[in-house]
C-alpha cells in the first residue's frame, strides 16, 4: 500500500518503545484445539479458517504495553507504562461485572453467549481474549460472530474516508427520507450477515419499493379498505373454510417457529424473508378468493367474511414478527387492524384466531411507492453538497 496503512490510507513509520509481552505463542496449540472441537465457536466458517491459518503459521508474542504517552491504564507495578488498549478493553468483559471478585454477579452473566463483532477485530476476540481467559483460567465466551462490512464502490464505507468526503452514505439523511424502518429493514434483508455487502441507492429504492410499498403496505391497505367497504369496519367472524384457507393458516401460523430458527443462527435475511414468504401468500390469498367477486353475490356473504378475517389474522401475525426489525411499522399496522391496545406477544403469533371485536381503520400508507429515478437524482445531488462541504 505505499506504506501507509491498507485500512485508513494513512502514512506508517518505524517506532520503538519498551514494552511488556503476552506470551501468546504458548496458546497456540490450546486455540487451534479450541477450534477444531468446538468449530462453532468462531462463525462463519471464513472467519475461523482465517484465524487457524494465522495460529498455523506462528504465534508471536503480544505488546500488552506503552511508554510512549502516559493516557491509559497504568501497569500495575510499574505506572510508567499503560496498558495496550486491547488488553484493557477486552478485560472489561469480565471487570464491567465485578469480575472474577464479585462471584455471584461474574457467575451469573459469565462467560456471554455471544460476542458480536466486525471482522476486522476478530482476531483479538478469537484468539488474544480466549489466550488471556485460559492463562486466567476463566471460562471461554461460547461464541463468537464475526460480520462482514458495508461496502461502498468495492471499498469499505470509513468514517475517515467520509470525513475527506471520498464517500458518504449518510444515515441520518436516509432516515430522515424513508424512515428507521425501511432503512432498517434493507439492511438486514439485503445482506447475508458474516459477509460484507455493496451499497447502493438503486439496490435500496427497489428493495424499499418492492418489499414494503408494493407486498406489505398494499397488502395492508388493501385488506382495511375491504373490511370497511364490506363489512363495515368490523373484523368479521370466519365460519367457512376450504383448502385454500387450510394453505394460508398452516403457512400462517407456521412462520413464527421458522422465524425463531433463523434468528437463532443470526440469519436476519432469511428470518425476513420467512415473514415475507406469509405476506407473498397473504396478497396471492386475495387474487384466488377474489373478494370484490364474493362481494356481489349475498349468498356468498360468510366466505367473504371469512376472507377479510383470515386476511386481518394473517396481518396481525406479521405485525408481531416484524417487531426485531421493524416496531414503528408494527405499531401503524395493528392501530390500523384495530389492535392499538393489545399488545404484539409474539406467543400469540403461533395462534391464527385472535382478533375478535376488532375494528379495522384505513391509516396512510405505511410506505409510499418511490419515484426511483427521481430519487437517485435527488440523492446524487445531496451526496454532492456533502463533499462540497468537507
Known amino acids: 500500500m505505499d506504506g501507509n496503512c491498507p485500512d485508513c490510507g494513512r502514512p506508517v513509520m518505524k517506532a520503538s518503545e519498551e514494552a511488556y509481552f503476552f506470551r501468546m505463542s504458548k496458546y497456540a496449540d490450546k486455540l487451534l484445539e479450541l477450534f477444531r472441537e468446538n468449530p462453532d465457536f468462531l462463525v462463519p466458517e471464513s472467519r475461523r479458517n482465517e484465524m487457524v491459518a494465522f495460529v498455523e503459521q506462528g504465534m508471536e508474542d503480544l505488546c500488552i504495553s506503552r511508554t510512549s504517552f502516559d493516557w491509559g491504564i497504568p501497569v500495575p507495578n ?5 496498558m495496550y488498549v486491547w488488553v484493557d478493553a477486552l478485560s472489561n468483559y469480565v471487570t464491567a461485572l465485578g469480575g472474577p471478585d ?6 451469573k452473566y459469565w462467560p456471554c453467549d455471544c460476542h458480536l463483532v466486525g471482522k476486522e477485530i476478530v482476531r483479538f476476540h478469537s484468539l488474544i481474549w480466549p489466550a488471556m481467559l485460559m492463562s486466567a483460567d476463566l471460562p471461554l465466551p461460547k461464541q463468537v460472530r464475526g460480520h462482514g462490512w458495508l461496502l461502498l464502490g468495492g471499498e469499505k464505507v470509513s468514517k475517515s474516508k ?7 452514505i449518510d444515515p441520518v ?37 418492492f418489499d414494503l410499498a408494493n407486498d406489505l403496505g398494499n397488502l395492508l391497505s388493501r385488506t382495511v379498505s375491504m373490511i370497511e ?15 385454500i384457507d387450510d394453505d ?16 437463532n443462527e443470526f440469519q436476519f435475511n432469511l428470518a425476513l424473508e420467512e415473514i415475507w414468504t406469509l405476506i407473498r401468500r397473504a396478497n396471492k390469498y386475495i387474487d ?10 349475498e349468498s356468498k356473504k360468510a366466505e367473504l367474511d371469512t376472507v377479510m378475517r383470515n386476511l386481518a389474522e394473517s396481518l396481525r401475525i406479521v405485525s408481531i414478527l416484524i417487531i426485531p426489525y421493524m416496531h414503528t411499522t408494527s405499531d401503524r399496522m395493528r392501530e390500523q387492524l384495530g389492535l392499538a391496545d393489545v399488545e404484539g406477544v409474539w406467543e400469540d403469533a403461533f395462534e391464527f384466531y385472535k382478533m375478535d371485536g376488532c ?18 437524482e435527488a440523492l446524487y445531488a445531496l451526496s454532492e453538497e456533502l463533499k462540497a462541504q468537507k
Not at 467520509?162 to 458518504?168: L, N, P, Q, T
Not at 375494528?359 to 437517485?376: H, S, T, Y
Open 78 to 82: 510499574d505506572p510508567k507504562h499503560v
Open 359 to 376: 375494528r379495522a381503520k384505513k391509516g396512510d400508507q405505511l410506505f409510499p411507492r418511490i419515484d426511483i429515478d427521481k430519487e437517485l
Open 229 to 243: 367497504k364490506y363489512c363495515g369496519g368490523e373484523v368479521p367472524a370466519a365460519t367457512t373454510r376450504d383448502e
Open 248 to 263: 394460508l393458516i398452516e403457512l400462517a401460523t407456521g412462520v413464527a417457529s421458522k422465524v425463531e430458527e433463523r434468528m
Open 173 to 209: 439523511i436516509l432516515i430522515d427520507r424513508y424512515g428507521i424502518d425501511a432503512l432498517k429493514f434493507f439492511l438486514l434483508r439485503e445482506y447475508t450477515f458474516g459477509q460484507d455487502g455493496s451499497f447502493t441507492n438503486e439496490v435500496m429504492l427497489k428493495r424499499m419499493n
Open 162 to 168: 467520509a470525513a475527506k468526503g471520498e464517500d458518504i
Open 102 to 107: 464479585d462471584c455471584d454477579k461474574f457467575n
Open 288 to 297: 384466488e378468493k377474489t373478494p370484490w367477486i364474493l362481494a356481489k353475490d
